[in-house]
Every structure is written in C-alpha cells, then in structure tokens.
C-alpha cells in the first residue's frame, strides 16, 4: 500500500479526510498536532478516530502557538465569538497554523518515503481563514516540490484536500458513506474536556447547520447548558 500523511485535528473535516484516504487505498499515517488550543478534548478525540478508522500510526507532536498568542484559539483573554459567523477574518484565525502543521507533515513525509499528504481544509463552509483556499493548497505544494529531498530526487509531492470544494452537509453525507462516526468527533472551539460542545461558537454553529442541511441526527454531544 502506498503511505500517506494525514493531518488529524479531532473534527468533523480531519476524520472525513482520514476516512477518504483510507477508502483511497492509502496506508494512512495521522498526524496531529498540540499547538496550545484552548481544550486537550479535540486531540483525545483526534486518537479515537485515528483507532476507529484503521490509522497505522498515530504521532501528536507540541508546537506550543500560544507562545505567539494572536487568536482566540491560543489566547484566553481572546474571547471565542458566539454571535455567528461574520464577514473578514475572525479572531479564531490562528496566524501560520495550517503552514506550521502541512510543515510537520511533510517533514514527517520524506521519513516515511511518503508523496501524498491529506488535509481536511474547506473553502465552502469555512470561517474565513486564507489559509483554507484552493491557491494556498497549490501553493504549499508548489513549495513543498521545491524544498525536499524527496521531490528534488524526482518523486513529485501532492497535497491532497479532497473537501476543499465540498459543502458541509456534502462532507458528513460522504463521512457517513465511509464508516464515520461523527459522535467521536469534536469540532467545538470551546469544547469541556470531555469533549461536550458549546454550540454556539463558529465552529458548532457550521456543523450543526451541515447536519440539518444533509437531512441527517445531529450527534455531537453539547453541554446540558448549550440547548445542543
């Protein structure tokens, strides 16, 4: 089987992306990574889902991003906004994450002698991160086949982001087809430690509207306090 490297965050889009890997044909490495985000809950869940989906390996590596603070995913005096999404960028935008973490997976990549790399970003139904768009995707590749061993010994390096064009309800219907199990997922930016979701955030509200739009149970857990 060929091996590939998939960025596992815990949530709704990394399981799916791990789910679509796996059915690809790919022996499947899940990464994930600690990065100072406001709950430990996402990467329990991120563990659950790597055994529940047949991961290989399971790394989570620290890269603590709340040294640099600048989001409300890094900082607690940030407030996590719980009023809807909005126009622009959000304070939930955590300045170089997804460069940071595609950065980890390649490096983990050329070890493995791996040439494909997963990643569950989302241009559809997304809160407005530039770092979830089509062109950053093309462009961190275009790097990527300019930085490595690897690709300057002639094996070309993909960034797979088989959700990117997808709407959210398109997502969970194509999870669902896979064997995802959406319960064991949590995709809250304020999550409790046992993973119970807050269902208001940003976040919450995009899953929450994905479910109703795919015609399909809501089963995140929520807190008894959210009316999830």
């Avoid at 061993?149 to 002639?154: D, L, N, P, S, V």
């Avoid at 509207?209 to 009316?227: I, L, M, N, Q």
Wanted: aromatic share 8%; hydrophobic share 40%.
């Amino acid at each position: 089987m060929i091996k590939a490297v998939v960025l596992l965050s815990g949530g709704l889009d990394s399981a799916t992306t791990l789910a679509v890997a796996r059915n690809s044909g790919y022996e499947c490495y899940a990464l994930s990574v600690d990065y100072g985000q406001r709950h430990g809950s996402e990467l329990a869940a991120a563990a659950t889902v790597a055994r529940f989906l047949g991961a290989c390996e399971h790394k989570i590596i620290k890269v603590d991003l709340s040294t640099f603070g600048g989001s409300a995913l890094t900082d607690k005096s940030i407030a996590v906004p719980t009023e809807g999404t909005k126009t622009g960028i959000p304070v939930t935008y955590v300045p170089a994450r997804n460069t940071i973490m595609l950065s980890l997976a390649l490096a983990w990549a050329e070890v493995l002698k791996s040439c494909d790399i997963f990643v569950g970003v989302n241009a559809v139904d997304y809160s407005g991160y530039p770092d979830c768009r089509p062109e950053y995707v093309a462009a961190f590749e275009e790097m990527a086949n300019l930085a490595t061993k690897t690709a300057i010994e002639g094996a070309r390096l993909s960034i797979h982001a088989p959700l990117i064009n997808l709407s959210k309800a398109e997502i969970i219907l194509q999870g669902i087809s896979l064997g995802v199990d959406y319960s064991l997922t949590v995709s809250c930016y304020q999550a409790n430690e046992a993973g119970l979701a807050c269902g208001v955030c940003d976040s919450c509200r995009l899953r929450q509207a994905g479910f109703e739009s795919a015609d399909v149970p809501d089963v995140t857990r929520y807190k008894p306090e959210s009316g999830g």
